[in-house]
């Protein structure tokens, strides 16, 4: 049974990384003020909604540098070494 929720566990940790990669590359495109369809900015939207209670205890925590937000990257590190952690220790690794 362990291993059924480890399988499950990685795969929203992979979904997660998907999503925060997303949204970085969203926050690019608003930037940049490239032209999108209507949908497509309706999907980043619900992308960045999702994602906004991860990063935001990490953007508090940590400054942006020259207007660059480095909180996404601090958020996949800590959320690979949390993935790490837990499937492990539902496995039996640790």
Request: hydrophobic content about 65%; proline content about 5%; cysteine-free.
């Amino acid at each position: 049974m362990n291993y059924v929720i480890a399988n499950v566990l990685n795969m929203l940790f992979q979904i997660f990384y998907i999503l925060i990669f997303v949204d970085i590359m969203a926050s690019w495109l608003v930037a940049l003020k490239v032209k999108l369809p209507d949908f497509v900015f309706q999907i980043l939207a619900a992308v960045h909604t999702i994602v906004t209670p991860i990063l935001a205890p990490f953007r508090r925590v940590i400054p942006s540098i020259g207007g660059l937000d480095i909180s996404p990257i601090v958020a996949l590190f800590v959320l690979q070494f949390a993935q790490r952690f837990i499937i492990g220790a539902l496995r039996g690794g640790y």
